[in-house]
């Protein structure tokens, strides 16, 4: 049989290196379903429920193993459900090669059936590469490009099949004017910058008396580089939601998360330094850095496009965070003695006493805190921990304690909700030995992360280990959106928006051959914790969570509380608890007793 165009295609991803794609198939794309069939296990296809999650994987797994994550969709909805996946490997700088099929050739501009125009729609999102193969000989260098684009620039890119040429003999490009010839392979430059700017960024670092440091994703290679150079300027360092992998929790130094999610001692180390670090971060919220002109800048980024965007800085150092760092080095004088680090440690060893003041207040009828808090001394070495958008992720955040060798992560730059378990499950078949935990809000769990439990069920025999567990917060409401609501426009919650069905997770979890638990008192959530990691298959572990538990960002402005106060008094449906579970967060660190009795 002749190779087909969808032979040569796979054959050419197998060449980059490519060994998993998660999709879900369809008519427009059966051609390259076939060469996937025929190709016989060299590249494992990951079915899943739906394509938007297809590209969350593919996003998640670019984060979890630094390689190209690939997905596949049919044309027209199947193509246009996977926007949402790719916009969160946009955002997030991952690299991703989108595969999607189109309607024949001869019938594009004819306003065929599930005919979209998919070049314009992928456009923005893949605005590094997208184009519409016609030709076979074109879809050589078509995917060279598009594997060399993405895993070089970081970038998503994408390459529409019609279904008519999938099928087609394949031809090499002809020796011929007009033709182009291209070939497989990439290897990472080092990128460091030049020694009068590393000396400039220097000079800067060694002024200060008060030097922060911000990592962000771009750190998370460069943990022994950072503690370095921290431990030398004797500074505090904060981490943004995508670097919080990057540094162990241990380190008495390390001030936690920073934003909306963040810290106190983070707060303090922001409004207090004379001097800012930032490396491999693209954190969004400019006002929870130093005021302008408070502090002096350097920043570290292998992207130039990320710099000096959210704080002006003085120097800007186009390099990879490790190799930066360590030409940075023997450049910086030790300050390690200064008052400045004893002063940040001490804040820290207050927040996370009062973390667990916070945790172990009672609550109607679990505090969502606790189970992070519980979930923490509990985790596995070499755990993986994906965390959904929402509420939940205020306390993956700041409860859970992150030691060195595991990962984590969570959709950053699009905060989309629904990209938790299909994160934990790309995580999962990269490191099918490792356990992974996923924690998502009960409205993730409504909205598309239900059915991909049935992906679990599906293939957790395959993997070495059966360890994976989705850990859910049940309080029937939207509740990240409910507070926000509150504190920041001032509006009372909204039921007809913000309550959601009460729905049994764990059950259905049951009936799909997993393990559900559930868990609606304080005192079974360590157990039901270590029940699940024990287990002999994937597990949902249910939490019947109090949603009047307010998610408190680390400093208070005078109109978040005079929005509090006036949703209150437009007549909060929930206006006693909220009062209660507000009263008992704020004054946890004050009230005698761990449970404020």
Same mark, same amino acid.
């Given at each position: 049989?002749?190779?087909?165009?969808?032979?040569?295609?796979?054959?050419?991803?197998?060449?980059?290196?490519?060994?998993?794609?998660?999709?879900?198939?369809?008519?427009?794309?059966?051609?390259?379903?076939?060469?996937?069939?025929?190709?016989?296990?060299?590249?494992?296809?990951?079915?899943?429920?739906?394509?938007?999650?297809?590209?969350?994987?593919?996003?998640?797994?670019?984060?979890?193993?630094?390689?190209?994550?690939?997905?596949?969709?049919?044309?027209?909805?199947?193509?246009?459900?996977l926007?949402?996946?790719?916009?969160?490997?946009?955002?997030?700088?991952?690299?991703?090669?989108?595969?999607?099929?189109?309607? %024949?050739?001869?019938?594009i501009?004819?306003?065929?059936?599930?005919?979209?125009?998919?070049?314009?729609?992928?456009?923005?999102?893949?605005?590094?590469?997208?184009?519409?193969?016609?030709m076979?000989?074109?879809?050589?260098?078509?995917?060279d490009?598009?594997?060399?684009? =993405?895993?070089?620039?970081?970038?998503?890119?994408?390459?529409?099949?019609?279904?008519?040429?999938?099928?087609?003999?394949?031809?090499?490009?002809?020796?011929?004017? &007009?033709?182009?010839?291209?070939?497989? &392979?990439?290897?990472?430059?080092?990128?460091?910058?030049?020694?009068?700017?590393?000396?400039?960024?220097?000079?800067?670092?060694?002024?200060?008396?008060?030097?922060?440091?911000?990592?962000?994703?771009?750190?998370? &290679? %460069?943990?022994?580089?950072?503690? =370095?150079?921290?431990?030398?300027?004797?500074?505090?360092?904060?981490?943004?939601l995508?670097?919080?992998?990057?540094?162990?929790?241990?380190l008495?130094?390390?001030?936690?998360?920073?934003?909306?999610?963040?810290t106190?001692?983070?707060?303090?180390?922001?409004?207090?330094?004379?001097?800012?670090?930032?490396?491999?971060?693209?954190?969004?919220?400019?006002?929870?850095?130093?005021?302008?002109?408070?502090?002096?800048?350097?920043?570290?980024?292998?992207?130039?496009?990320m710099?000096?965007?959210?704080?002006?800085?003085?120097?800007?150092?186009?390099?990879?965070?490790?190799?930066?760092?360590?030409?940075?080095l023997?450049?910086?004088?030790?300050k390690?003695?200064?008052?400045?680090?004893?002063?940040?440690?001490?804040?820290?060893?207050?927040?996370?006493?009062?973390?667990?003041?916070?945790?172990?207040?009672?609550?109607?009828?679990?505090?969502?805190?606790?189970?992070?808090?519980?979930?923490?001394?509990?985790?596995?070495?070499?755990?993986?921990?994906?965390?959904?958008?929402?509420?939940?992720?205020?306390?993956?955040?700041?409860?859970?304690?992150?030691?060195?060798?595991?990962?984590?992560?969570?959709?950053?730059?699009?905060?989309?909700?629904?990209?938790?378990?299909?994160?934990?499950?790309?995580?999962?078949?990269?490191?099918?030995?490792?356990?992974?935990?996923?924690?998502?809000?009960?409205g993730?769990?409504?909205?598309?992360?239900?059915?991909?439990?049935?992906?679990?069920?599906?293939?957790w025999?395959?993997?070495?280990?059966?360890?994976?567990?989705?850990?859910?917060?049940?309080?029937?409401?939207?509740?990240?959106?409910?507070?926000?609501?509150?504190?920041?426009?001032?509006?009372?919650?909204?039921?007809?928006?913000?309550?959601?069905?009460?729905?049994?997770?764990?059950?259905?979890?049951?009936?799909?051959?997993?393990?559900?638990?559930?868990?609606?008192?304080?005192?079974?959530?360590?157990?039901?914790?270590?029940?699940?990691?024990?287990?002999?298959?994937?597990?949902?572990?249910?939490?019947?969570?109090?949603?009047?538990?307010?998610?408190?960002?680390?400093?208070?402005?005078?109109?978040?509380?005079?929005?509090? %106060?006036?949703?209150l008094?437009?007549?909060?449906?929930?206006? &006693?608890?909220?009062?209660?579970?507000?009263?008992?967060?704020?004054?946890?660190?004050?009230?005698?007793?761990?449970?404020?009795?």
């Amino acid at each position: 049989m002749a190779k087909t165009v969808g032979d040569f295609f796979i054959e050419r991803l197998h060449q980059w290196g490519v060994r998993r794609i998660f999709g879900y198939p369809g008519d427009g794309i059966n051609g390259v379903f076939g060469a996937l069939r025929r190709a016989e296990g060299k590249i494992e296809f990951v079915q899943v429920r739906h394509e938007e999650m297809a590209a969350f994987m593919a996003s998640a797994h670019a984060k979890f193993t630094g390689e190209l994550g690939v997905c596949i969709a049919t044309s027209g909805p199947g193509a246009a459900h996977l926007v949402t996946g790719l916009y969160d490997a946009r955002l997030d700088h991952m690299p991703v090669l989108a595969i999607t099929g189109q309607q %024949a050739r001869t019938a594009i501009g004819g306003h065929y059936q599930q005919e979209v125009d998919l070049p314009a729609m992928l456009k923005d999102v893949a605005e590094a590469l997208v184009h519409t193969a016609t030709m076979p000989a074109q879809v050589r260098h078509l995917t060279d490009r598009a594997v060399r684009i =993405a895993v070089a620039q970081r970038r998503v890119t994408a390459i529409v099949f019609p279904n008519d040429l999938q099928d087609l003999e394949y031809e090499e490009p002809p020796r011929a004017h &007009g033709t182009l010839h291209s070939g497989v &392979g990439y290897k990472a430059p080092k990128v460091v910058p030049y020694e009068q700017d590393l000396q400039a960024a220097a000079d800067v670092l060694n002024a200060g008396k008060k030097v922060a440091i911000l990592v962000g994703a771009g750190a998370l &290679g %460069a943990t022994d580089e950072v503690i =370095a150079v921290a431990d030398k300027l004797g500074a505090g360092a904060a981490k943004a939601l995508l670097g919080k992998a990057a540094l162990p929790d241990e380190l008495p130094w390390v001030t936690g998360s920073i934003g909306l999610l963040g810290t106190e001692p983070s707060w303090k180390l922001m409004t207090e330094c004379d001097t800012l670090l930032m490396i491999g971060s693209g954190f969004p919220y400019s006002e929870f850095l130093p005021k302008e002109g408070q502090a002096r800048g350097v920043q570290i980024d292998i992207a130039s496009e990320m710099l000096s965007i959210r704080y002006p800085m003085e120097v800007n150092l186009v390099g990879d965070a490790a190799e930066t760092l360590r030409a940075l080095l023997p450049l910086l004088r030790d300050k390690r003695e200064q008052a400045w680090r004893r002063d940040i440690e001490g804040w820290t060893r207050a927040w996370w006493k009062k973390l667990e003041e916070r945790a172990m207040q009672p609550a109607t009828p679990i505090n969502p805190q606790r189970v992070a808090w519980e979930l923490s001394p509990r985790l596995p070495e070499r755990a993986i921990v994906t965390s959904d958008s929402g509420s939940c992720a205020n306390w993956f955040a700041r409860d859970l304690k992150i030691r060195r060798g595991m990962m984590c992560s969570l959709s950053g730059g699009l905060a989309s909700m629904g990209a938790a378990v299909p994160y934990a499950i790309a995580a999962k078949f990269a490191y099918s030995d490792r356990p992974v935990i996923a924690l998502v809000g009960d409205g993730a769990m409504q909205m598309n992360n239900m059915a991909e439990l049935i992906t679990v069920a599906k293939y957790w025999r395959h993997w070495r280990s059966p360890r994976w567990i989705c850990g859910v917060f049940n309080n029937e409401d939207l509740n990240q959106v409910t507070w926000e609501q509150r504190v920041m426009e001032g509006d009372p919650k909204f039921n007809a928006s913000q309550r959601i069905p009460n729905v049994p997770y764990h059950k259905f979890a049951e009936l799909i051959g997993l393990k559900g638990i559930f868990v609606d008192s304080p005192d079974r959530i360590a157990p039901a914790w270590e029940e699940a990691l024990a287990a002999d298959r994937p597990v949902v572990v249910e939490f019947k969570t109090d949603p009047e538990v307010p998610p408190l960002p680390p400093h208070i402005t005078l109109k978040q509380a005079k929005a509090f %106060a006036s949703s209150l008094l437009k007549g909060d449906p929930e206006e &006693g608890s909220v009062i209660i579970g507000a009263a008992r967060q704020m004054l946890a660190s004050v009230l005698p007793g761990r449970n404020g009795k």
